[in-house]
C-alpha cells in the first residue's frame, strides 16, 4: 500500500499551459515537501509545507498544503521547457523518515 | 560548496557478483541517508544514519546488503552478492538536523545487474 499516491503519474503538455498535480494520503503529516528529478540527478527540495492550508509560492510554481494537512497540489503557470522532470512529494509523520510518493513524470512540449 | 558525491555514477555488474557504493555528504551534515529507487518510483529508504549510529535499518535487506559510516563523514554501500533484482540507482543524501532537516541528495549510482 501506497501512503503517498501521487497523480496523474505521466503528463504532457504543450509549452505555456497551466497543470496542477497532486499529492493525497489518508495519513497527516507533519509536514510534506516537493522534490523536482531531472534524469540522472537526485531529488531537489522545491519547497516544504508545515501549516494546513499554507500556500507558497515559487516563482510560477504555486504549493498548497491541505487544511487536514493530508494532502497537497503543486500548479505551474505557463508552464516551460525547463520544468520537464520527476516531481515527487514526501511527508513526514513525527520523527519518521521521509515517505516518498512514485512521483508524477512531466513532459513540456516546446 | 560542494553537494554530496556519490561514486562511481554507473556500474554494470553480473549477479552474484559483489558491488560497493560510496558517498561523501555535504560537509557538517550528521545524517546521512541510503535510498533505493526502483525505474518509475519514488526513493525508498534503506538506511539512516546519525553520525556514525545507524539508527534506522528496517528496511536493508541484511542477508546480502551491509553499510558503513565509519568516522561519521563518508559512508560505503555493499550488495554481496547481487541479484537481478537489485538494479536500481542508489541515492545518497544528508541534512543537518535528521529527519527533520531538508535533505540534499547526490546525483546517484545506477547499478544494472546482468
Known amino acids: 500500500t501506497q501512503l503517498l499516491e501521487q497523480s496523474p503519474q505521466f503528463l504532457s503538455i504543450q509549452e505555456g499551459e497551466n497543470l496542477t498535480v497532486y499529492c493525497n494520503s489518508s495519513?497527516?503529516?507533519?509536514?510534506l515537501q516537493w522534490y523536482r528529478q531531472e534524469p540522472g540527478e537526485g531529488p531537489v527540495l522545491l519547497v516544504t509545507?508545515?501549516?494546513?492550508?499554507e500556500v507558497k509560492k515559487l516563482k510560477r510554481l504555486t504549493f498548497q498544503f491541505g487544511d487536514a494537512r493530508k494532502d497537497s497540489s503543486l500548479h505551474i503557470t505557463a508552464a516551460q521547457t525547463g520544468d520537464t522532470g520527476l516531481y515527487l512529494c514526501?511527508?513526514?509523520?513525527?520523527?519518521?523518515?521521509?515517505?516518498f510518493g512514485k512521483g508524477t513524470r512531466l513532459s513540456v512540449i516546446a | 560548496e560542494a553537494g554530496v558525491v556519490q561514486s562511481p555514477r554507473y556500474k554494470i555488474i553480473e549477479k552474484k557478483q559483489p558491488v560497493a557504493f560510496w558517498c561523501n555528504p555535504i560537509?557538517?551534515?550528521?545524517?546521512l541517508y541510503w535510498y533505493r529507487q526502483n525505474l518509475g518510483q519514488g526513493p525508498e529508504l534503506l538506511i539512516r544514519?546519525?553520525?556514525?549510529?545507524?539508527?534506522?535499518d528496517s528496511q536493508l535487506p541484511k542477508d546480502r546488503f551491509s553499510a558503513e559510516r565509519l568516522k561519521g563523514v563518508d559512508s560505503t554501500l555493499k550488495i554481496q552478492p547481487a541479484e537481478l533484482g537489485d538494479s536500481a540507482v542508489y541515492l545518497c543524501?544528508?541534512?543537518?538536523?535528521?529527519?527533520?532537516?531538508?535533505?540534499?541528495f547526490g546525483p546517484g549510482t545506477r547499478l544494472l545487474v546482468l
Open positions: 543524501a544528508s541534512s543537518f538536523y535528521g529527519s527533520f532537516g531538508t535533505q540534499y
Open positions: 495519513s497527516v503529516f507533519s509536514s
Open positions: 509545507v508545515v501549516t494546513g492550508g
Open positions: 514526501a511527508g513526514a509523520i513525527g520523527n519518521t523518515p521521509l515517505v
Open positions: 560537509s557538517g551534515h550528521n545524517t
Open positions: 544514519y546519525e553520525n556514525e549510529e545507524a539508527v534506522d
